[in-house]
């Protein structure tokens, strides 16, 4: 597709549920980046991939949250054992080469743990 | 303190008006601004995307970056409604994986 492609885009989910989100990102873009973004606020980078190799992940908020992109194309971002403050608008980004080039965003899924 | 630092106003203004946003940021190692627009429940597009100090314009954008002052600007001329939404700005080093984000202004233009 010609953007960057994100499902669901809604999920809710049970307290301790596990959930797995997933991101398209646009055909031939090397570097795929995570962000959460809470209610009223900017988008918190979690983690980048440089093609298949996940090379920073210091944004993941704990070990719950763990992001893959196997074949460096799409990539899933899975969080386990769901708590509320998970609850947020999960949004993807690609960027065709590495380093500060513009990303480009889906629009997001938003998770809401009950 | 933040690294990037925003006013969430929300700021409303009427059609044809000029806008003027702000962001502040403490990090003097940021070399790439970018502006954002978000339109509710959507993802944000980008804008405006600079590299060091000084101006770029784009139709009725204009972006403005001043390294010493640790200071970025976005005006919008001749808004329009469609101007409606939440503007963010990012930045981010020459190396860094990472984009840091304002919070977002929430901008309304009445017809």
């Known amino acids: 597709g010609a953007g960057v492609s994100q499902s669901p885009r809604y999920k809710v989910a049970k307290r301790g549920q596990d959930v797995a989100l997933r991101c398209d990102p646009i055909?031939?873009?090397?570097?795929l980046f995570w962000y959460q973004q809470a209610l009223g606020q900017g988008p918190e980078f979690l983690t980048y991939f440089q093609n298949e190799a996940q090379l920073d992940k210091s944004g993941l908020p704990s070990d719950r949250f763990f992001a893959e992109r196997p074949e460096g194309s799409v990539s899933t971002l899975k969080i386990q054992r769901t708590q509320q403050e998970d609850s947020a608008v999960y949004l993807c980004?690609?960027?065709?080469?590495?380093?500060?080039?513009?990303?480009?965003f889906g629009d997001g899924t938003r998770l809401s743990i009950l | 303190q933040k690294e990037v630092e925003q006013d969430p106003g929300p700021l409303s203004v009427p059609e044809g008006a000029i806008v003027s946003l702000n962001c502040t940021y403490s990090n003097s190692a940021f070399q790439y601004f970018m502006w954002y627009r978000q339109y509710s429940r959507k993802g944000p597009e980008l804008l405006m995307y600079?590299?060091?100090?000084g101006n770029k314009e784009d139709g009725r954008f204009t972006a403005q970056v001043d390294k010493s002052s640790k200071y970025i600007s976005l005006f919008i001329r001749d808004s329009q409604p469609s101007d409606s939404a939440t503007y963010l700005c990012a930045m981010s080093t020459n190396t860094g994986n990472q984009f840091y984000f304002g919070t977002g202004t929430s901008l309304t233009v009445i017809p």
């Open positions: 055909s031939g873009h090397v570097s």
């Open positions: 980004a690609s960027s065709l080469v590495p380093f500060s080039q513009p990303q480009h």
């Open positions: 600079t590299y060091s100090s």
